[in-house]
């Protein structure tokens, strides 16, 4: 049986991601940093649900946290199939109201986390003969967003980490590649206001913003492209393009 871990999995993008993984069938870990209740609460609906995901608690920026998580899923499992870097935060500030400690934090969290999770797992990967590393960026890595300089920032150094990285494990059979979504109906997005949001659809030509299944979908489809690697796949209902 195929195994995968979504960080950062226990609501919004990640939850429908690691409930798509286990429609597939797929043993699913699903990772967490701090909201207990929430992971257990997700937790309890997929078992009502009839499927049996392990949780993993770990913040990804932390190297022995990482490490810890990683050794558990291996002491479960002989192999990962399928990691996705999905768990990320977000700073809404002008650059000037933007602290050092929060630019590094959302660094720590989207960009140090996504290298800590792929490299502890890209030798088992390699062992196995193969596997899909999938990042969670967002179409504002790749055009920018006012107020969102961190965040931004960030997501585009995750854009440039997929790209150099799937060159570099491409040989070795193991697949890298990044789904950009546009605006997504989710917990990070609720700061938006409903004008700000009716404006913002305006300007997606699929006339609606996205939904965690839609952001799913194209996460299992780059899971299981066997010649797919390298590639930024916006989901985004045509936004910005």
């Known amino acids: 049986m195929k195994t995968a871990l979504i960080t950062g999995g226990t609501k919004g993008i990640g939850k429908a991601i690691a409930f798509e993984f286990l429609q597939r069938g797929y043993e699913v870990v699903i990772n ?137 494990l491409a040989p070795s059979n193991v697949r890298v590649n990044c789904v950009s979504p546009g605006v997504i109906d989710t917990e990070m997005n609720s700061h938006l206001t409903s004008d700000e949001l009716e404006d913002l659809i305006e300007q997606i030509p699929a006339g609606r913003i996205g939904t965690g299944e839609d952001v799913a979908a194209a996460v299992a489809f780059l899971a299981e492209a066997p010649y797919v690697t390298g590639e930024v796949l916006s989901v985004g209902g045509g936004f910005a393009k």
């Open 32 to 168: 967490y940093s701090s909201d207990e209740s929430s992971a257990l609460a997700t937790q309890s609906e997929f078992n009502m649900l009839g499927y049996c995901p392990v949780l993993m608690r770990a913040d990804v920026s932390d190297e022995a946290q990482v490490e810890d998580m990683f050794s558990e899923i291996f002491r479960l499992y002989d192999k990962l199939d399928v990691l996705v870097n999905n768990a990320g935060i977000s700073r809404v500030n002008v650059i000037q109201d933007t602290s050092a400690a929060e630019w590094d934090r959302v660094f720590a969290v989207n960009t140090r986390g996504v290298f800590l999770c792929s490299r502890a797992v890209t030798d088992r990967m390699i062992g196995a003969g193969g596997g899909a590393i999938i990042n969670i960026a967002s179409i504002w890595g790749e055009v920018g967003a006012s107020c969102e300089v961190a965040y931004s920032a960030s997501k585009a150094a995750v854009i440039g980490f997929t790209k150099a990285l799937a060159k570099e």
